[in-house]
Structure formats: C-alpha cells, structure tokens
C-alpha cells in the first residue's frame, strides 16, 4: 500500500480515538435496517483495529455505544445488545493473533448481565497483550465520566486522602476512565458530523481532529491511513508559538 509508505513511523499518535458515525444511513443506502449498518460496522472496527496495530498505534478508543444511545428506538438497541454479545468473544482470536488488549470506559455496571459478563470473560482472556489497547467506551459520555470524577475527589477530600488547594489537571487525570492511557492526540469522526458528541471530553483538549466523509461501515485501512498522514502534517503548539517551538524556548520578545 503506497500510503503506508508515507506515514512517519517515528511520528505515529500514540493514541487515536475514534467516533465511528454512519452506521444507519450506510445501511439505509443499501435497502437495509439499522441493524445491517451496525453488523457491517464491527467489519470495519476488525479492519481499523489491525490497521492501529500493524503501524506501531498504542492505544486506540472507540466510541461504541453512549449513555444517549438507550434512547434510540428499542428494537435497535435490542439488536446493538445482540450484537455486542454476538461478536466479542468471537474476536478472541484475532485480538490474541494481534497482541491487542481489550479495555472498556464508561459505566459499565449499567450494561445488560449478559454483555457486562462477555466483556469482562474477553477482557481477561486478552489482558497478557502488549501491542496494543483497544478501549471500547461502553455506555459513556463524557459529562457523565467529568460528575463520576467530580463525586470521587468530594469524597478522597472529606476522608483527607486529597488537598483540593493543590489539585491540578494532572490530578483530575488520576480520576478519569482514562487514567491508565495518554489523552488522544488525534480524533477521528466519520460520516461528515463535525461535532464532538460528548466524546472524551476532558482527554480531547489538544487532541487534533480529523472529520471523513466516509460512512464508518465504508471506512478503511486506506482512510485510517490518511488520517494519520494528515495528524503527521499538523503543527503541534500547545499554545506556544511556532519561533517558541522551533528555537525550543518560551521568549516574550518572539
């Protein structure tokens, strides 16, 4: 592939994260319900998935189902459930032929028995890979994971475990999903929506963002790729100057 050929593999993200959108219109565009879309999505997670890991991505997220999704009409979400429960030990084998660990954000307690008790059974199965970390967030939302963070810093500060006067981003960190990975450096969205959606809210805040038009089911190695080699021609300033990064100094007079 002669994209791949122009990706910097000393200057890959360290972690992508995805909002995989499209699902429905694709399948509406081939004369089938919403559930098709979903069954043809896990297609192209499996592609992303090993695409992320082939070229050296140490953590990729996926946005697999939020905390507003229950509120899709139930049939769907039926069959979303079905799906998830359907496909996850199925890919077994191809996260261990990957060394790819599974790990999942979000509330999962709220999750049906069955789904919670499938996700853990892969999870543990795959927790020895080392290649890779692909989180799933599972009935997540980013206000939802600020509120969780929020009640456990009121509570380590009333039992004197935390000094609210010396909290610092860095510690606000320690209590997010996410703690255990880095803050994404790119964000991918399919289908065209340029918004966030709720989506790793306080992680994102330099995260550079990258919107396909293409429909999840229809994205590939090829579009992953390309999104890597536009990440690759960004200016990463954190706020600083472009002098300030290229002389490696912060000087008022530049």
């Avoid at 610092?168 to 996410?178: F, I, Q």
Wanted: net charge neutral; proline share 3%; with cysteine.
């Amino acid at each position: 592939m002669d994209i791949l050929k122009r990706i910097d593999l000393n200057k890959l993200p360290s972690h992508v994260a995805i909002i995989m959108d499209g699902n429905g219109r694709w399948a509406r565009k081939q004369g089938h319900d919403r559930a098709f879309g979903h069954h043809k999505g896990v297609d192209a997670v499996r592609t992303v998935a090993e695409a992320a890991a082939e070229i050296g991505i140490r953590f990729l997220t996926l946005y697999t189902f939020s905390t507003e999704n229950w509120n899709r009409p139930q049939k769907e979400v039926e069959a979303l459930m079905h799906l998830f429960v359907e496909t996850i030990e199925k890919e077994i084998p191809t996260l261990n032929k990957n060394d790819i660990r599974l790990n999942a954000i979000g509330d999962i307690d709220g999750l049906p028995e069955l789904n919670k008790a499938k996700l853990m059974s892969t999870m543990e199965k795959t927790k020895n890979n080392r290649k890779m970390v692909l989180t799933l967030a599972l009935n997540y939302s980013g206000r939802w994971e600020i509120i969780e963070a929020i009640k456990k810093i009121i509570n380590d500060r009333q039992v004197g475990k935390l000094n609210t006067e010396t909290l610092d981003c860095e510690t606000v960190s320690k209590y997010m999903n996410t703690a255990q990975i880095p803050d994404p450096e790119l964000l991918i969205r399919t289908s065209g929506e340029q918004r966030i959606s709720n989506f790793l809210l306080w992680q994102i805040a330099y995260s550079e963002l990258y919107f396909s038009p293409k429909l999840w089911p229809d994205f590939d190695k090829q579009n992953f790729y390309e999104a890597i080699l536009e990440y690759q021609k960004r200016e990463r300033r954190f706020g600083l100057t472009r002098e300030q990064l290229k002389f490696g100094e912060q000087n008022e007079d530049i």
